[in-house]
């Protein structure tokens, strides 16, 4: 059995543009690497423990203990992010309350406790997501 050969990282081939082909070396797209990959599934994280925390927040039926819990899990999915993706994320729940049926002050409460200044960020962004929202909606039904 002989063994795999040896790959190198992209930045290590002698390929022409980033991301080439090269015959020795992994083929990456270009502008990605392994850790572009691992940010997007941080924030794909944070989105899904922001979401839980949003969802307790409705219904109003977690107890006290669960609700820590989720803020917690929140307040360490979002210390991994990066500028830009907490940029994304906050787009994201300015989108998720701008398009909820439920109330928002429950939502931005929950937000402000679990993340104050994430929460200040959203808050900016919620009413000029709304704007778009319906601007949005609005040519839709013209």
């Known amino acids: 059995m002989q063994p795999f050969p040896h790959t190198t990282h992209p930045s290590?081939?002698?390929c022409a543009a980033p991301g080439g082909?090269?015959?020795?070396g992994p083929t990456v797209p270009p502008?990605?690497?392994?850790?572009?990959?691992?940010v997007g599934l941080r924030l794909?994280?944070?989105q899904r423990a922001f979401a839980a925390l949003i969802e307790a927040s409705w219904p109003r039926s977690a107890g006290v203990l669960s609700l820590a819990r989720l803020r917690r899990t929140a307040r360490r999915t979002l210390s991994g992010l990066s500028a830009?993706?907490?940029s994304r994320l906050s787009r994201w729940l300015s989108?998720?309350?701008a398009s909820a049926s439920a109330p928002g002050t429950d939502v931005a409460r929950m937000l402000a406790a679990?993340?104050?200044a994430l929460a200040a960020h959203v808050d900016a962004l919620l009413a000029r997501t709304r704007e778009e929202l319906s601007t949005r909606s609005a040519g839709t039904t013209a």
């Open 84 to 86: 830009d993706d907490r």
């Open 114 to 116: 679990a993340a104050p």
């Open 95 to 97: 989108l998720q309350m």
């Open 21 to 24: 082909y090269h015959p020795d």
């Open 44 to 46: 794909r994280l944070a």
């Open 12 to 14: 290590e081939t002698p």
């Open 31 to 38: 502008g990605r690497d392994s850790a572009g990959t691992e």
